[in-house]
């Protein structure tokens, strides 16, 4: 198995340059993670896998969990995400109101909850180049609110799998952005 291009070196690797070929000989699923406002921008394979719950892991030793794409929680970036309720996909995609619950570790490590009501609307087919491969993708919006907050989510399916989606994190992190490269 060969070594996945900005893994695990001290070397920088321009993400945007790294070429389909070269990610499909790693052998595994691939995803990338961009989170701007913590100057985050890695590939990551999957770590574990718990029922329907998956633990992707970067080079860097932060992770990502997803109950079927829609993200539960994050490890090593700081202001990291400790736990989330949130819809499955398919209640995302249906448009139906929903609730989330989003737990984290704030100042002092005093854990916070904050609860919001969810909408989503469909924004239309989309085409989406992953690497090199052009995917026809349909575009969902969820829009979550609560007292004194309102955050979006974004999430571009293709079928009924996810292939980019945008996601809250924390007051802190912000979005992060996730691109399934490789399945």
């Known amino acids: 198995m060969s070594k996945l291009p900005g893994m695990g070196g001290a ?3 321009d993400l945007d340059h790294v070429s389909r070929a070269q990610l499909e000989a790693f052998g595994k699923p691939i995803l990338r993670a961009r989170i701007p406002a913590l100057g985050i921008d890695s590939l990551l394979s999957p770590r574990d896998q718990n029922g329907g719950m998956t633990t992707w892991e970067a080079a860097e ?8 794409g829609v993200l539960v929680e994050t490890r090593g970036l700081g202001p990291d995400l400790m736990s989330a309720l949130v819809p499955s996909t398919a209640e995302i995609a249906s448009g139906s109101a929903t609730k ?3 737990f984290y570790t ?3 490590d005093a854990n916070q909850r904050r609860d919001y009501a969810c909408t989503s609307l469909g924004m239309g087919q ?3 180049e992953v690497y090199g491969r052009a995917h026809v993708t349909r575009h969902i919006v969820e829009t979550c609110s609560r007292d004194g907050g309102q955050l979006s989510n974004e999430f571009w399916f293709e079928g009924n799998s996810l292939r980019q989606s945008r996601q809250w ?3 802190k992190a912000g979005s992060g952005v996730f691109l399934w490269v490789i399945d």
């Open 106 to 108: 704030w100042e002092e």
């Open 126 to 128: 989309e085409r989406l």
């Open 61 to 68: 030793g932060y992770t990502f969990t997803f109950r079927g």
């Open 100 to 102: 989330r619950s989003y």
């Open 169 to 171: 994190i924390s007051p």
């Open 11 to 13: 070397t920088r690797v």
